[in-house]
């Protein structure tokens, strides 16, 4: 009797740990989208209470063309996601299935690569696309996203990949299949949860990037990250219009994460180790 | 799973084509315009389809971004002379330091019609270097002294048209303890833009100056120590609580929403006070010149956010053909038939203050227009400086230092630290700057 009483003592403690740090993460999201509902004046105040306005979002509409900019983010994550598959895949597959002493070295050098802050590397990266002519092109940009993203993208296939029992892969080569139906009919359906969430990842990743982004384009490859930062202000005000844009910016991907929260939640947790 | 592969593969080439094809279909005139996010410009870029229409080969882009954001982002273009933008907005910080580098187009040969002359002689020359224009000033401010009359004439106080820091400090006084609001507000929050634009002049209203003329800091003189002294009493005293996180938005909506006193602030606050839709106090604002204190010099600032061309723009025609039309008499009347006059970019043209219209609808508009005239950001220190500017040192390595120096100041305001340390820290910090950029001999 004890027991089942402390149990659910327990039960219930976790249920509001979790509750409660689940709304503390949510919670710059869920100012921003109130405070994009209210006027310029009313975002200074912290009241919870007010009338909500379409006047942030009207301003925003009128002055800078969403959609191109919207459209821009979407080739440009979309671009990302496809090209670092493309390249993690079968370097992942070379080194979880066939590895040489090497190989964990490899891993590790190219995760060094993200432990320099960007700002440190603009100056040399801006002269080479300004000399190749990338400079405010989308394929500029999707190269860039696809250099910053490529370990995370390696890293996670390739323990994805590492998961996947060799014998069945052997068992395929000795019915006679060549490496591409080995990895085309075997190898990619039996990891697919875990690449659905690597691309996914990488969307997300590539959607929000903003430094490099502002940096290396200006107006015809502009982002999403470069439509929000034209909306902060240091004399006038301007929370209102920032967090409405901001939503508008970030809409479609917390949209996309909703819908494929299954997906994303059962690859991260893919395996029996994690 | 085969055809998947080779539809994306097939979809990113098609994507990269796209792209390559957006890139080469780029108009001969097609200017890419590097602007800053505040209402005068946005208004500009909401009128410019007018300047599309009388020079129909010339086709405007715009990259509207925040202020940070987008002094890094030009600095790289034109430091790489990549000849991204063909059309800048840049201060009166950034105008000299860029020509000396030879960096920008000079602004010779305008039309006669752009009347040069009209131009408000100190805007030129904050953004002139070695005799030459370099820049034309979309606007300028200084700074002044905005208080509520309703609350003076209550109290039974009088300001004066050139009042005192002495004067200030009494006003606030009475004012938090008998009018229910703070007494002042001031800048506080952390930045060489933000505190120090603010300090500078109080520190030059006391005499004092960043380097003496052989470039030693002057941090820790009685000047900067009565100065920071001063500051920390009045805003502990009869400031709002938190006043060392507040710049000049936050102070702006503690004043419009009838929270302060007295503000000592940018002059371009004045249009946005004095708009009903946006302050409460609309009716009742009070302003005056800048407080002085043992010197007139350097007490209200000069800055202005001006339009260049930078020499790698490949289409410098247009570009200053661009730059004029938003800098002239013309374009200002363009603004005021649309919001009317309160909201036309001050500060630029003598023209603009002898409009009746224009002073009848901006009460504040002698005030701006004064104590634009009489800022001298080649004399603004009552010993000789070895640097320009009023509010800010003159040489590129100040974004740096004049923060740092911010956030001590700050500090101590916050109460993290004493005056006395944030000053030593700050002459540590800014001498160690000028040693390692060659000034100090």
Redesign the interface.
Known sequence: MKRTASRQLQYVLTTALAWSLALLIFFPILWMMLTAFKT??QA?QLSLFFMPTLESFHEVFS??DYVSFAANSI?IS??VT??SL?IAIPAAYSMAFFPTNKTQKILLWMMSTKMMPSVGV??PV??LW?NI?L??????L?IIYTLINLPIAVWMTYTYFCEVPKEILEASRIDGAST?QEV??LL??MSLPGLASTALLLLILSWNEAFWS??LS?????PLT?FI??????????WAKLSAASLLAVAPIMVLGWLTQKQLVRGLTFGAVK | MTRLTARHAGRLAAACTLALAALSAQAATTLTIAALNNPDMVELKKLSPAFEKQNPDIKLNWVVLEENVLRQRVTTDIATNSGKFDVMMIGTYEAPLWAKKGWLNPMDNLAPEYDLNDVVKTARDGLSYGGKLYALPFYVESSMTFYRKDLFAKLGLTMPEKPTYTQIADYAKVLKEKGGVYGICLRGKAGWGENMAYLTTLVNANGGRWFDESWKATIDSPEWKKSVTFYVDLLKKYGPPGASTNGFNENLTLFASGKCGMWIDATVAAGMLFNPKESQVADKVGFAQAPTGVTAKGSSWLWSWALAVPKSSKQDDAAKKFVQWATSKEYIKLVANDLGWTSVPPGTRISTYNQPEYVKAAPFAKFVLSAIQSANPNDATLKKAPYSGIQFVGIPEFQSFGTVVGQAISGALAGNMTVDAALKAGQATANRAVIQGGYQK
Request: charged share 10%; hydrophobic share 45%.
């Open positions: 310029e004046s200074y002055r800078s080739a979309g671009g496809v090209l493309l603009l100056l801006y002269l300004k002519g400079l405010d092109t989308v394929s500029g999707i591409w085309c009919y990619l359906p502002i940096n200006s107006a015809n490859a502009a470069v930062a034209s909306y902060s202000s240091p004399e006038g005000l301007f």
